[in-house]
């Protein structure tokens, strides 16, 4: 695999994302939602770095992919335990792919009746989106390519790395044209 961004490049991004953020919500007391399991590690070091009163819960996501590929998507609230009626909300990702999984997720926490949602992702993979709808804080922008790291993995694998790789072909078992 090859480095894509590196420890240092990673805490540069997601300081000057922690800053816009806090700049969007002043002194509003918000709550940020992390879209589990990809988001586990920017959730960490963001919520971290945004001083401002907060309450922190989760939802999970996962799309069943073949290999690198897409597949259906399943969403699951139950990890939501805060009432989220009248809240600012922020809902965290690691990356913005094909956009489903945010073009999903949106709609379904706003009939809960927040204030406000918005969403805020580590990467996002260029010519890639296939809704109509763009991440309002992204830390980096990625060209097309399967990337693992700092949370993303693949097969279950890799979440752990403190960077984000690309993975080579050759690391890609089974894919077609690997
Ligand atoms: P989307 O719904 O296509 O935007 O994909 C979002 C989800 O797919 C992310 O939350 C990741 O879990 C997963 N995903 C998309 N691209 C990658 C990748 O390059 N590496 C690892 N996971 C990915
Ligand atoms: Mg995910």
Same mark, same amino acid.
């Given at each position: 695999?090859?480095?894509?961004?590196?420890?240092?490049?990673?805490?540069? +991004?997601?300081?000057?994302? #922690?800053?816009?953020?806090?700049?969007?919500?002043?002194?509003?007391?918000?709550?940020? =939602?992390? =879209?589990?399991?990809?988001?586990? $590690?920017? /959730?960490?070091? /963001?919520?971290? /770095?945004?001083?401002?009163?907060?309450?922190?819960?989760?939802?999970?996501?996962?799309?069943?992919?073949?290999?690198?590929?897409? &597949?259906?998507? $399943?969403?699951?609230?139950?990890?939501?335990?805060? @009432?989220?009626?009248?809240?600012? $909300?922020?809902?965290?990702?690691?990356?913005?792919?094909?956009?489903?999984?945010?073009?999903?997720?949106?709609?379904?926490?706003?009939?809960?009746?927040? #204030?406000?949602?918005?969403? #805020?992702?580590?990467?996002?993979?260029?010519?890639?989106?296939?809704?109509?709808?763009?991440?309002?804080?992204?830390?980096?922008?990625?060209? @097309?390519?399967?990337? =693992? +790291?700092? &949370?993303? @993995?693949?097969?279950?694998?890799?979440?752990?790395?403190?960077? $984000?790789?690309?993975?080579?072909?050759?690391?890609?078992? &089974?894919?077609?044209?690997?």
């Amino acid at each position: 695999m090859k480095v894509l961004i590196n420890e240092e490049q990673l805490r540069q +991004g997601i300081a000057q994302l #922690a800053e816009r953020i806090r700049t969007q919500y002043r002194d509003r007391p918000l709550t940020i =939602v992390g =879209v589990m399991i990809g988001s586990l $590690v920017l /959730l960490a070091d /963001l919520i971290r /770095l945004i001083d401002l009163p907060m309450r922190v819960d989760l939802v999970q996501a996962r799309s069943y992919r073949e290999g690198t590929r897409p &597949g259906p998507l $399943v969403i699951n609230l139950d990890l939501l335990s805060s @009432d989220i009626r009248g809240r600012d $909300v922020l809902l965290v990702d690691d990356i913005f792919d094909t956009g489903n999984t945010l073009w999903e997720l949106v709609p379904q926490l706003d009939e809960l009746g927040p #204030a406000s949602i918005r969403t #805020a992702v580590l990467l996002r993979k260029e010519g890639r989106c296939e809704v109509r709808m763009q991440p309002d804080f992204v830390a980096f922008d990625i060209p @097309d390519g399967f990337v =693992v +790291g700092y &949370g993303l @993995d693949y097969g279950d694998l890799y979440r752990n790395l403190p960077y $984000v790789a690309v993975l080579e072909p050759h690391e890609l078992s &089974g894919e077609p044209g690997s």
